[in-house]
């Protein structure tokens, strides 16, 4: 087993422990006879799930402080995605009740290939 599969493996693994899952939904996309994508008005919506690990983000160690000691965490959600996720920047993806808008989607690389990807998340009110 290559290091970008174990890697994938072990990434996986951590989505499994505590994973959620996201649901959300969209219209597929047609090209409107002058180069634009638009919403093909003959589809119906696609809905489509996956698993994800919401989780906090990490602030790090906290410097020169009384109390607390260790590592701090920020309000700031963010979701742990596969290396092979559909959810892209823009989506507004359900997850165990609450409605979230994905960021920027970042790959995480090992051994020269996408081993997960992460986006923060806002929540939609």
Avoid at 8 to 27: F, T
Avoid at 52 to 74: F, Q
Avoid at 111 to 118: E, F
Wanted: net charge negative; glycine share 10%; charged share 20%.
């Amino acid at each position: 087993m290559s290091l970008l599969e174990q890697c994938r493996e072990s990434w996986n693994i951590n989505i499994r422990e505590n994973g959620s899952v996201a649901s959300w939904s969209y219209v597929p996309q047609i090209d409107n006879g002058f180069g634009t994508m638009i919403d093909d008005p003959t589809a119906t919506a696609v809905t489509k799930k996956e698993r994800v690990r919401l989780s906090h983000e990490s602030l790090g160690v906290t410097d020169n402080t009384e109390t607390p000691a260790g590592l701090g965490t920020s309000y700031s959600m963010f979701a742990a995605l596969a290396w092979n996720t559909s959810i892209v920047e823009g989506n507004t993806i359900t997850v165990d009740g609450q409605k979230w808008t994905v960021g920027a989607v970042d790959s995480l690389r090992k051994d020269g290939g996408v081993y997960g990807k992460q986006a923060p998340l806002t929540k939609v009110s």
